[in-house]
Nanobody, 125 residues
Framework: HVQLVESGGGSVQAGGSLRLSCAAS????????MSWFRQAPGKEREKVAS????????YYADPVKGRFTISQDNAKKTVYLQMNSLKPEDTAMYIC???????????????????WGQGTQVTVS
């Protein structure tokens, strides 16, 4: 039963843009902490951005601040990651994760996510 579906990855030249989407199934109606992670070959998975959908508070990892924007569409239960000024070091598998947390601070902290998508590949050359 697929509960998180990512889309929007692809190949782009440095300086280009991509927008990723993560659609959550209705089963995840309680999940209010939505995050994007990425994992490059040989590297650990890192959290890129998160949004606490109850109040819209957001978190960004330092390497993407000012270039990436996370947004939400609660009606569609979809979270987006707009990625601008892409760099070769942004190349990775981007994975969406969802969990319920009690507040935005918890969402921005260390969360044990129960729900993960399959990922979408982003390649920047």
């Amino acid at each position: 039963h697929v509960q998180l579906v990512e889309s929007g990855g692809g190949s782009v030249q440095a300086g280009g843009s991509l927008r990723l989407s993560c659609a959550a199934s209705e089963y995840l109606y309680r999940a209010n902490c939505m995050s994007w992670f990425r994992q490059a070959p040989g590297k650990e998975r890192e959290k890129v951005a998160s949004v606490y959908t109850d109040d819209g508070s957001k978190y960004y990892a330092d390497p993407v601040k000012g270039r990436f924007t996370i947004s939400q569409d609660n009606a569609k239960k979809t979270v987006y990651l707009q990625m601008n000024s892409l760099k070769p070091e942004d190349t990775a598998m981007y994975i969406c994760a969802a969990q319920h947390t009690w507040d935005g601070a918890a969402c921005q902290g260390r969360v044990e996510y129960n729900y993960w998508g399959q990922g979408t590949q982003v390649t920047v050359s």
